[in-house]
């Protein structure tokens, strides 16, 4: 069966790499390898945005004797995330203890990433500007809290060893041997103490190391997780683009961006190497995932899905059903725990936007039509 990508429109020429907007339909390298669908491994790939936690989250989320249960922020994606073999998401807090705090300095209830992880996440991203927000004790404290709720993660070390150990991230799944970067341009001009290592998007001679690590680990392919761009603006900086250059060239097969708490295009681009056309694709944002932001567009945010495919025979892996998934966050603090994250086009979408306010539905209405003329659905 041949493989074809499908609309190619030319954005962006630069550097010796094009760019083009990706359709929502479907993503694969050109390969005229014909294989028989039993020789063919599958993993399907989810991965989420900004997962924040405001002070008001908190308050709402509160139950007695200073408990708090955040689940049901998550309850209308079951259905995804059920589908998902490898569910990744941007854990932008800490888990330092009490007393917990929001925006600037993020401090988050264990509950918050406990809810997370039930509701079907299980690879947590932690290389963001906000890792160091309660200081080296704070991050170490999160690692800590993270390995004992048996949450994977990488982006944060609590020391070198740990680092040459664990990094790049090998996770195996069907047969598929996928490698996980992380990297985050900053932390907000805070800074944490050795031994603890956090991962910096400026260290381009370790990223170098790490991709190349990757490749030595015998990773089938090379997934790399960005903190970067410029807040609250939804076209890639000059900045994002020399990166995404620097990374592909090194070897990663996908790019997937967060930080600007907005979404950005979802793009892929086509360059020679070694006489032969490869395709790799990227999502420079995926806006937030849940947080307390209600201006314009960072109410909401898409969830990445591809699934990476695997030949037996000829060993070549490649991504396809490439897609996006838009969803808004549905603020209603009369109702626990205040804050439901909400897919655009679930099946019960009808009956719940019918319990809107006249606000609300205004809300919802002018994110997905956003959304929908900034990724170029028809």
């Known amino acids: 069966m041949k493989r074809y990508l499908l609309i190619i429109i030319p954005l962006i020429f630069l550097g010796g790499f094009t760019f083009y907007q990706v359709p929502?339909?479907?993503?694969?390298?050109?390969?005229e390898t014909t294989c028989l669908e039993d020789s063919l491994l599958f993993v399907r790939v989810i991965v989420a945005g900004d997962a924040?936690?405001?002070?008001?989250?908190?308050?709402?989320?509160k139950m007695e004797e200073n408990r708090y249960d955040f689940s049901d922020c998550y309850k209308y994606l079951v259905d995804i995330l059920d589908n998902g073999d490898l569910n990744i998401i941007?854990?932008?807090?800490?888990?330092?203890?009490?007393?917990?705090?929001?925006?600037?300095?993020?401090?988050?209830?264990?509950?918050?990433?406990?809810?997370?992880?039930?509701?079907?996440?299980?690879?947590?991203?932690?290389?963001?500007?906000h890792c160091a927000d309660k200081g080296t004790k704070g991050t170490a404290l999160t690692i800590e809290k993270m390995k004992q709720f048996n949450i994977e993660?990488?982006?944060?070390?609590?020391?070198?060893?740990?680092?040459?150990?664990?990094?790049?991230?090998?996770?195996?799944?069907?047969?598929?041997?996928?490698?996980?970067?992380?990297?985050?341009?900053?932390?907000?001009?805070?800074?944490?103490?050795?031994?603890?290592?956090?991962?910096h998007l400026d260290d381009t001679a370790q990223i170098k190391i790490d991709l190349e690590n990757a490749k030595l680990k015998g990773a089938d392919i090379i997934l790399v997780f960005l903190h970067w761009g410029i807040e609250y603006q939804q076209t890639?900086?000059?900045?994002?683009?020399?990166?995404?250059?620097?990374?592909?060239?090194?070897?990663?097969?996908?790019?997937?961006?967060?930080?600007?708490?907005?979404?950005?295009?979802?793009?892929?681009?086509?360059?020679?190497?070694?006489?032969?056309?490869?395709?790799k694709l990227i999502y420079w944002s995926l806006g937030n995932f849940i947080s307390n932001q209600r201006q314009l567009n960072t109410d909401g945010g898409i969830m990445a899905s591809f699934t990476i495919v695997k030949n037996k025979n000829s060993l070549q892996t490649h991504i396809e059903n490439h897609t996006h998934i838009p969803y808004w966050v549905y603020r209603?603090?009369?109702?626990?725990?205040?804050?439901?994250?909400?897919?655009?086009?679930?099946?019960?979408?009808?009956?719940?936007?019918?319990?809107?306010?006249?606000?609300?539905?205004?809300?919802?209405?002018?994110?997905k039509n956003n959304t929908q003329k900034l990724l170029q659905e028809k």
């Open 52 to 61: 924040m936690c405001h002070s008001p989250q908190i308050t709402h989320a």
């Open 236 to 279: 890639p900086s000059s900045k994002q683009k020399e990166q995404a250059q620097f990374i592909f060239k090194n070897g990663a097969d996908i790019i997937i961006g967060s930080h600007p708490h907005v979404i950005q295009p979802v793009e892929y681009y086509n360059y020679d190497s070694e006489d032969v056309t490869k395709t």
């Open 153 to 199: 993660t990488t982006g944060t070390f609590l020391n070198d060893d740990e680092r040459d150990t664990l990094y790049p991230a090998i996770v195996e799944k069907n047969g598929i041997t996928m490698a996980l970067l992380n990297y985050t341009y900053g932390t907000n001009g805070l800074t944490v103490n050795k031994p603890v290592i956090i991962n």
């Open 332 to 367: 209603n603090t009369e109702i626990s725990p205040g804050y439901f994250v909400l897919p655009t086009e679930h099946s019960s979408i009808d009956s719940i936007c019918a319990t809107f306010s006249s606000a609300d539905k205004e809300a919802f209405l002018l994110f």
């Open 24 to 31: 929502n339909h479907f993503y694969a390298e050109n390969t």
């Open 90 to 129: 941007n854990f932008e807090t800490t888990l330092a203890g009490a007393p917990y705090s929001g925006y600037p300095n993020f401090c988050a209830p264990d509950e918050f990433a406990l809810s997370l992880r039930d509701a079907g996440f299980n690879f947590f991203l932690l290389a963001n500007n």
